[in-house]
């Protein structure tokens, strides 16, 4: 049974941190939710040895029934809890409650998605022409730190946890400093649904610190990042000292394609989501809009009008379209550059801080911008958008693949074959057409160039948690006619 200041699961019990303190802030009106004491290196490296004796010594790894078990059963937990576990992702993170309620619900799919798939899963056999036979086995991985973001803790989050588990690996779970109390709330169900101890733990505190910890401990045999690219490159570099199997899903830049044809309505109603939802706090968000030049002053005149009407307020209310900035701190950070646009140039519409109390901005869109401005280049991870025409579609695929990522991008077309055929061209890991943001538990989830290496969901997300096994049999022994040895193989 978790106390108030144990927050840390390690082998099955609740402990509190040895680390520093770190208030938990409401984003919407800067009152402290909880003050948590962080994990110290050797908590860290504790929850490693625990997760390292359970997957060598239980049989998790072995019984996939049992896993499959603990998976579906905490899947009916969660679904129990969606209210409370909503509200509490709302409260740390400012997003609005229903969305927090979508977070929920697609976090129970994904759990629901592993057991079915990992249930369904078999060796497989093929026959060779010498008459021997291979089985191709998948087995799990090992130790597996998961290390996350602060914008979707629990969806995020499942999307590791649950191929992790599913696979038979044993995990420690590092959520972000910010936001950990949605992971903190799963763990107790996950507990309740009957995980053997040490198979799941819990640490919390700083990248810097317990993150590195847990990366560069030798007895973990995987680590799986979201995050940003600057932090990415380092783990990726630790994790290659010792060949440690990694994932990595990175920053994105994605644009956001209106061709000619475009319904000027939706387009903008697809803008809006694709930049403003979850305050544009979103590793695929739509940050770059290109428009063709012909309807380029219609959409961005109903897109001003649109954004000044979006409702910014208190995220518990059902009606809010928007809420705050996760922290004082990011909300800096997007402010600088909004101020570095300016200077460099591009026009900026919105981007105000709205109050006195939470870390409110109004939405911003950067017109007059170029290819080479930084806040065309450099993720930005809030609500901010910039806005520019293109001439012909070979200038739009030009402008779309001309950043360092490849996470995702989208086309709003009425002709979908085209929009295909345009989609072929663009670099990026997902496309949607006609569509945005709506990721799918079966599909797999990742990027080109620096926006990382290795995909989740889907198959592919399981199968980045196991490793693969050839076994080649004949079922009577023979001498292998070498070295004097003769077999029943007549030479030529």
Same mark, same amino acid.
């Given at each position: 049974?978790?106390?108030?200041?144990?927050?840390?699961?390690?082998?099955?019990?609740?402990?509190?941190?040895?680390?520093?303190?770190?208030?938990?802030?409401?984003?919407?009106?800067?009152?402290?939710?909880?003050?948590?004491?962080?994990?110290?290196?050797?908590?860290?490296?504790?929850?490693? !040895?625990?997760?390292?004796?359970?997957?060598?010594? #239980?049989?998790?790894?072995?019984?996939?029934?049992?896993?499959?078990?603990?998976?579906?059963?905490?899947?009916?937990?969660?679904?129990?809890?969606?209210?409370?576990?909503?509200?509490?992702? #709302?409260? !740390?993170?400012?997003?609005?409650?229903?969305?927090?309620?979508?977070?929920?619900?697609?976090?129970?799919?994904?759990?629901?998605?592993?057991?079915?798939?990992?249930?369904?899963?078999?060796?497989?056999?093929?026959?060779?022409?010498?008459?021997?036979?291979?089985?191709?086995?998948?087995?799990?991985?090992?130790?597996?730190?998961?290390?996350?973001?602060?914008?979707?803790?629990?969806?995020?989050?499942?999307?590791?946890?649950?191929?992790?588990?599913?696979?038979?690996?044993?995990?420690?779970?590092?959520?972000?400093?910010? #936001?950990?109390?949605?992971?903190?709330?799963?763990?107790?169900?996950?507990?309740?649904?009957?995980?053997?101890?040490?198979?799941?733990?819990?640490?919390?505190?700083?990248?810097?610190?317990?993150?590195?910890?847990?990366?560069?401990? /030798?007895?973990?045999?995987?680590?799986?990042?979201?995050?940003?690219?600057?932090?990415?490159?380092?783990?990726?570099?630790?994790?290659? /000292?010792?060949?440690?199997?990694?994932?990595?899903?990175?920053?994105?830049?994605?644009?956001?394609?209106?061709?000619?044809?475009?319904?000027?309505?939706?387009?903008?109603?697809?803008?809006?989501?694709?930049?403003?939802?979850?305050?544009?706090?979103?590793?695929?968000?739509?940050? /770059?809009?290109?428009?063709?030049?012909?309807?380029?002053?219609?959409?961005?005149?109903?897109?001003?009008?649109?954004?000044?009407?979006?409702?910014?307020? !208190?995220?518990?209310?059902?009606?809010?379209?928007?809420?705050?900035?996760?922290?004082?701190?990011?909300?800096?950070?997007?402010?600088?550059?909004?101020?570095?646009?300016?200077?460099?140039?591009?026009?900026?519409?919105?981007?105000?801080?709205?109050?006195?109390?939470?870390?409110?901005?109004?939405?911003?869109?950067?017109?007059?911008?170029?290819?080479?401005?930084?806040?065309?280049?450099?993720?930005?991870?809030?609500?901010?958008?910039?806005?520019?025409?293109?001439?012909?579609?070979?200038?739009?695929?030009?402008?779309?693949?001309?950043?360092?990522?490849?996470?995702?991008?989208?086309?709003?077309?009425?002709?979908?074959?085209?929009?295909?055929?345009?989609?072929? /061209?663009?670099?990026?890991?997902?496309?949607?057409? !006609?569509?945005?943001?709506?990721?799918?538990?079966?599909?797999?989830?990742?990027?080109?160039?620096?926006?990382?290496?290795?995909?989740?969901?889907?198959?592919?997300?399981?199968?980045?948690?196991?490793?693969?096994?050839?076994?080649?049999?004949?079922?009577?022994?023979?001498?292998?006619?070498?070295?004097?040895?003769?077999?029943?193989?007549?030479?030529?």
């Amino acid at each position: 049974m978790r106390r108030d200041n144990q927050q840390l699961l390690i082998n099955g019990q609740w402990e509190a941190g040895e680390g520093k303190k770190r208030k938990i802030i409401n984003p919407a009106d800067e009152s402290v939710i909880i003050e948590i004491a962080e994990a110290t290196d050797h908590q860290a490296n504790n929850a490693v !040895n625990a997760a390292r004796k359970a997957f060598d010594e #239980t049989d998790w790894s072995v019984y996939p029934g049992k896993r499959v078990k603990v998976l579906l059963k905490v899947a009916e937990l969660l679904e129990n809890s969606l209210h409370e576990v909503a509200r509490l992702e #709302t409260l !740390n993170t400012g997003k609005p409650i229903r969305e927090s309620r979508m977070d929920v619900e697609d976090s129970i799919t994904c759990l629901k998605y592993y057991a079915g798939l990992v249930d369904s899963v078999s060796p497989r056999e093929i026959e060779m022409e010498d008459g021997s036979a291979s089985e191709v086995i998948h087995e799990p991985v090992g130790v597996c730190s998961l290390i996350l973001p602060w914008n979707f803790p629990l969806l995020l989050g499942m999307w590791k946890i649950a191929p992790a588990l599913a696979a038979g690996n044993t995990v420690v779970f590092k959520p972000s400093e910010v #936001t950990p109390l949605s992971i903190i709330r799963f763990a107790e169900l996950l507990e309740e649904a009957g995980v053997p101890d040490g198979v799941f733990n819990v640490i919390l505190g700083e990248g810097a610190t317990v993150g590195e910890a847990i990366t560069a401990n /030798r007895d973990v045999d995987k680590v799986s990042f979201t995050g940003s690219v600057e932090t990415g490159r380092k783990i990726n570099e630790i994790c290659a /000292r010792s060949f440690k199997r990694v994932s990595l899903e990175l920053g994105g830049k994605s644009p956001l394609l209106i061709l000619q044809d475009a319904d000027i309505e939706k387009a903008v109603a697809w803008i809006m989501f694709g930049g403003f939802f979850n305050q544009g706090e979103v590793c695929v968000a739509a940050s /770059r809009i290109l428009i063709h030049e012909s309807i380029y002053q219609p959409v961005v005149r109903l897109l001003t009008e649109k954004v000044n009407k979006i409702k910014i307020g !208190n995220p518990l209310d059902e009606t809010t379209e928007m809420g705050p900035i996760v922290s004082g701190n990011h909300l800096g950070e997007i402010k600088g550059y909004l101020t570095l646009g300016v200077e460099d140039g591009a026009t900026l519409i919105g981007g105000q801080q709205i109050g006195v109390q939470g870390f409110y901005l109004q939405p911003a869109i950067f017109i007059d911008v170029d290819q080479h401005m930084r806040i065309v280049q450099e993720e930005i991870f809030g609500p901010v958008i910039t806005v520019q025409s293109f001439q012909d579609e070979e200038e739009a695929i030009g402008f779309a693949n001309g950043t360092n990522y490849g996470l995702a991008a989208g086309i709003i077309s009425e002709d979908v074959d085209h929009a295909f055929t345009v989609a072929s /061209r663009i670099k990026a890991g997902t496309i949607w057409i !006609n569509n945005y943001h709506i990721p799918y538990a079966e599909a797999p989830w990742g990027g080109y160039k620096q926006s990382g290496i290795g995909r989740e969901l889907g198959p592919q997300g399981l199968d980045s948690y196991r490793e693969v096994k050839h076994v080649n049999k004949i079922s009577q022994l023979k001498a292998p006619g070498w070295y004097g040895f003769e077999n029943d193989r007549k030479e030529g």
